[in-house]
């Protein structure tokens, strides 16, 4: 299993950056595609960013070109950049990671960080 912890949340003024952060516990993290979700009031909650396994990465058409994901394996981290925020941004942003084992996914979620943007 694995546990995930985000954190850099925050208020940030529109066209600013925020760096989100989440830290792995368990084992073993390499084997684990890792996403970024987020969830604004009102709405479902929508993937933003994923990294495979391979260090693939794929982005929602509303953050392409503005949001940077990386991961390091010997840290544990996923780590997402936001870059030109704009006040549709703003969400609870969290950490997935997904497996698949014997034909199942197995998904664990963090707890959740609160983005803010500002005009």
């Known amino acids: 299993q694995v546990q ?5 949340g925050g208020l940030v ?3 600013g950056s925020l760096r989100l952060s989440c830290a ?3 084992n073993p993290f390499e084997r684990y595609d890792m996403a970024w979700y987020r969830q604004a009031p009102g709405k479902q909650r929508e993937l933003v960013a994923v990294i495979t396994t391979t260090s693939s990465t794929d982005y ?3 953050v392409k070109g503005r949001f940077t994901v990386s991961s ?3 840290k544990k981290t996923v780590t997402l950049q936001m870059n030109s925020l704009k ?4 969400a609870v ?8 084992r014997f034909g199942r996914r197995h998904d664990y979620w963090g707890q ?3 983005v803010t943007v500002s005009s």
């Not at 995930?4 to 850099?8: I, Y």
């Not at 006040?87 to 703003?90: G, K, R, V, Y």
């Not at 942003?93 to 698949?100: D, F, M, Q, T």
């Open 13 to 15: 003024q529109a066209g």
């Open 93 to 100: 942003y969290y950490c997935n990671a997904a497996r698949v």
């Open 4 to 8: 995930l912890v985000e954190s850099g």
């Open 60 to 62: 929602s058409d509303s």
């Open 24 to 26: 792995a516990s368990g």
């Open 87 to 90: 006040l549709e941004d703003t």
């Open 72 to 74: 390091d394996n010997a």
């Open 112 to 114: 959740g960080t609160q």
